[in-house]
């Protein structure tokens, strides 16, 4: 029987993309745990393979060879002590920054410390070995085989990157003996550019650029970006985390939150990932693209939307003015095709329950000019990304951990900062309570004000779509953490907050936060800090979040009256593509 590629997946990904980053040459020592690869290369004459039984010469053969030939050199060995002889190879070719593979195969990880012969643990390693490495697991479902591609990506670009030098993939083997695969399958390549390098071009249709948590803006940055959508009739799907305040901002939350909406402002051609970790689950639950570039100056492969197809290793502002050059002036049409849907679903917000949700859309904004906002994790965070807030009102959260344990503290931190500029903060009352101790702080000065949505519980596990909405109020035990920190007491904030110095408001409905609020956003500086405790229900927020996220079912039959009014004479043309 003719033998062809081993019928283990994750097998075929390494060797179909070692063949497209074109890497050719390997050196294999005999073992059983890698004689699935080894057999699979043994018949693709497209490699050169060399044998070489003493893996510890094996190393230094591919030193050696890598130096020579300026390429890449693969090496593959058994588990037990084989891969042991890699490392003083490797080591030399760490400090030599040589392009060396080593390919170890192993038996699965779960085996470690189970005393199963040959099984040693490789998941951690010197620091002078290798540059980088990975392990990969045997591909069971898509999650793995999307993780087994982008691993196996990850590992081949180091082998040049900055300089190059050894990299170590750890290899699971199943021991299969089915070698009748004839074709290898279709693999996502993922290029990374410098700025130096040729750029791709950019493809044609709808290009969006979605902004993660992100630093300030620079004035260049912006401009750069804006003159990118200008040319290129993109537009910058943001949350309030991104920083970003130019032209082409769309504040995307409430069109891509929609239970049921479904509009072809969503697929894109081309989505342009840049910042970091992003609290707006609506929009990445809901954007679809065909590529996605990623732009940052880590070059890392953050392959978050599952698309990645180039890694733009530079400053933002060089890729936003590289590809804004590339073009003319275009017609904003994308953008106001998504301003005009955002209008639409605003216009239609349904008169609201007492909630977090209520609250945002009466005070966003009504911030004050060039004030700071800090919103916790999640519900507040959630709830305010449906409104825009003025201009010049910055915004932050804690989404890099995404934890609600230090929200205040960072609210009170940045408070010190600036004593011209008034900090507000919004929190949950499992969040507040958790951090309530930063209150206490001497320096804590009169430009803090604090909204505490106290509603007695982990209000985010009683909403109509989480998982612990299915326990009811049995999720109130355990799960959702109810009757905790003085159980919505209407005195002990009061008085916690008033011994500490601060000016103490309250509301427990509409009526009450009307009377206040006002007080609360005052933009003149007021002699004490304020904390405005205001007292919800789960039930409410819970349907005010599915009123909100179920505003439009059909789209098509009520957006062409407010596209008439926002878009004037260019109206046929956008409403073709808003209604496609």
């Not at 410098?194 to 044609?204: A, G, K, L, R, T």
């Not at 904004?365 to 919103?375: A, D, G, I, R, T």
């Amino acid at each position: 029987m003719e033998n062809y590629y081993s019928s283990e997946y994750n097998i075929q990904i390494i060797i179909a993309l070692l063949k497209a980053y074109g890497i050719r040459k390997v050196i294999a020592s005999p073992g059983t745990t890698n004689l699935s690869f080894v057999a699979s290369i043994q018949q693709d004459t497209w490699f050169d393979v060399y044998s070489s039984v003493d893996e510890r010469s094996a190393a230094y053969i591919a030193c050696g060879m890598a130096e020579e030939s300026g390429e890449p050199v693969v090496l593959s060995c058994t588990g037990a002590t084989a891969s042991r002889n890699y490392m003083p190879g490797l080591t030399e070719a760490f400090y030599r920054k040589l392009p060396v593979l080593a390919i170890t195969s192993s038996q699965d990880i779960s085996k470690i410390g189970h005393l199963s012969a040959q099984m040693l643990d490789r998941r951690s390693f010197p620091n002078d070995i290798v540059r980088y490495g990975i392990h990969l697991p045997i591909v069971k479902d898509d999650n793995d085989l999307w993780e087994c591609e982008i691993k196996v990506n990850q590992a081949l670009s180091e082998l040049k990157r900055h300089g190059g030098g050894p990299v170590h993939i750890n290899l699971t083997t199943t021991y299969g003996c089915d070698y009748s695969v004839k074709t290898l399958p279709s693999v996502r390549v993922i290029r990374r550019i410098y700025s130096d390098d040729v750029f791709p071009e950019i493809p044609q249709g709808k290009i969006g650029v979605f902004v993660g948590s992100h630093g300030k803006w620079g004035q260049k940055q912006t401009d750069a970006l804006d003159r990118f959508c200008a040319t290129n009739n993109a537009v910058v799907f943001c949350d309030h985390t991104s920083a970003y305040k130019g032209k082409y901002r769309v504040l995307y939350s409430l069109v891509a939150s929609q239970d049921t909406l479904q509009v072809d402002m969503n697929n894109l051609d081309l989505l342009i990932h840049i910042g970091e970790i992003s609290g707006e689950y609506g929009c990445l639950r809901k954007l679809t693209a065909k590529n996605v570039w990623r732009v940052n100056e880590d070059g890392e492969m953050r392959d978050f939307f599952r698309r990645l197809e180039y890694v733009f290793e530079m400053p933002e502002q060089v890729f936003f003015e590289y590809y804004a050059q590339e073009g003319t002036k275009a017609f904003d049409e994308y953008l106001l095709r998504c301003q005009a849907m955002y209008q639409k679903l605003y216009n239609a917000v349904p008169e609201l329950p007492f909630s977090n949700l209520w609250i945002a859309k009466r005070m966003a904004m009504k911030l004050p000019e060039n004030s700071v906002l800090h919103l916790g994790i999640l519900n507040s965070l959630r709830s305010w990304n449906f409104f825009e807030v003025p201009t010049s009102v910055s915004v932050y959260s804690n989404v890099g951990g995404f934890g609600i344990d230090g929200g205040v503290s960072s609210l009170i931190g940045a408070s010190w900062v600036d004593k011209k500029r008034i900090y507000f903060g919004v929190f949950g009352d499992l969040a507040f309570f958790y951090d309530m101790n930063v209150l206490g702080n001497r320096h804590v000065g009169n430009n803090v004000r604090l909204l505490l949505i106290n509603n007695g519980v982990g209000v985010e596990f009683k909403n109509y779509n989480h998982l612990g909405a299915l326990f009811g109020d049995e999720a109130d035990k355990y799960i959702a953490a109810a009757g905790h920190y003085g159980n919505k007491s209407r005195n002990l904030v009061r008085h916690y907050a008033e011994d500490l110095g601060f000016e103490y408001l309250s509301a427990g409905n509409k009526d009450e936060f009307l009377q206040v609020y006002e007080s609360f956003l005052t933009p003149a500086y007021t002699p004490k800090p304020i904390l405005f405790e205001i007292f919800t229900d789960t039930k409410d927020e819970s349907d005010a979040l599915k009123l909100i996220r179920n505003i439009s079912k059909d789209v098509k039959s009520t957006i062409v009256n407010t596209a008439k009014q926002l878009l004037g004479p260019n109206i046929k043309k956008v409403i073709k593509g808003i209604v496609k």
